[in-house]
């Protein structure tokens, strides 16, 4: 079945700097989803992204879809405290029986003072 | 964004009780909802799609008698964990799919959080 990877898989980084993580896949989605979650919560949309090479913003945080479609990135700029919590990427497409998400393992961001 | 909202938040329940979960979309209509469980520092394991008026479907290895799932209107999907045990103890989160919208927007309830002792 579809799958998708993400990477990196955690990762630690000092306050004020910048963060990149990436998803790809071995099949083309037609939308690409960003998710934060914060322990003890469910997911928070992010960033929603319809067309292969649109380049979206909302904040701090910019994400790409791949013109391939098989791939997406998001990055965080300027990280602060708040911003540690688990990154999940989803695709989303057709397949013989509907909808279909797909979620990627996730991303931890642990954000040092 | 829509929200999806999740009752209990919480729910602490005794083996061999049954448990049932509710989710719902406040601001929108879902004709699809997703059920999930999430272990400790794991990622989302989705169990089965819920499509209003019809029977869900289930993901390879969820038992679809052990855990229930009625979808009956388009903003309220209820998940029955039957006769649980100790081992169905995890977070469970529901996210539901915005209807209409061209590409799909998917949003998540707050989730749930089952003991069984």
């Given at each position: 079945g579809q799958q998708l990877n993400q990477s990196p898989q955690s990762m630690f980084i000092q306050e004020g700097e910048d963060v990149s993580m990436n998803c790809t896949s071995s099949s083309i989605f037609n939308t690409w989803l960003w998710y934060k979650q914060d322990p003890g919560e469910g997911p928070v949309l992010l960033i929603a992204l319809y067309k292969a090479g649109e380049l979206t913003s909302n904040g701090r945080l910019t994400a790409q879809f791949g013109i391939t479609r098989k791939d997406s990135f998001l990055n965080i700029s300027a990280s602060i405290p708040s911003d540690v919590g688990i990154y999940f990427c989803a695709g989303h497409g057709l397949d013989n029986y509907g909808q279909n998400f797909v979620f990627g393992p996730g991303t931890r961001l642990s954000v040092l003072p | 964004g829509a929200v999806v909202s999740q009752h209990p938040s919480w729910v602490i329940c005794k083996s061999g009780t049954s448990v049932k979960i509710e989710c719902r979309s406040l601001d929108f209509q879902a004709t699809t909802m997703f059920w999930y469980r999430q272990f400790p520092k794991q990622s989302l394991m989705l169990m089965a799609t819920s499509n209003e008026g019809s029977k869900a479907t289930y993901e390879q290895g969820v038992e679809k008698d052990k855990f229930l799932i009625n979808?009956?209107?388009?903003t309220l999907s209820t998940l029955t964990v039957t006769s649980a045990h100790p081992e169905d103890s995890s977070f469970y989160i529901c996210s539901a799919n915005e209807r209409g919208l061209a590409g799909g927007n998917l949003y998540f309830g707050p989730g749930t959080r089952l003991l069984v002792l």
């Open positions: - | 979808h009956a209107s388009l």
